[in-house]
């Protein structure tokens, strides 16, 4: 499962790499992915605010 800590930072050199196609046997997984990333990218709005928040 992916998670917050899975999100790439800007600067990181892996953003400039491609990434591998997805097969089409995987493509059922798709869905699954795509939930997990919506999930990463929540947590990260959460901690984002609650850290602004705390410093301001």
């Known amino acids: 499962m992916k998670t917050i ?3 790439l930072k800007l600067g990181d050199p892996r953003l ?3 990434c591998e196609p997805v097969l089409e ?3 059922d997984q798709v869905p ?3 939930q997990q990333l919506h999930e990463a990218m929540e947590d990260i709005r959460r901690v984002w605010l609650w850290n602004s ?3 301001g």
Do not use: P, V
Request: without cysteine; negative net charge.
């Open 32 to 34: 699954e992915w795509t």
């Open 25 to 27: 046997s995987e493509l």
């Open 5 to 7: 800590h899975d999100i």
């Open 16 to 18: 400039h790499q491609t």
């Open 53 to 55: 928040y705390q410093a």
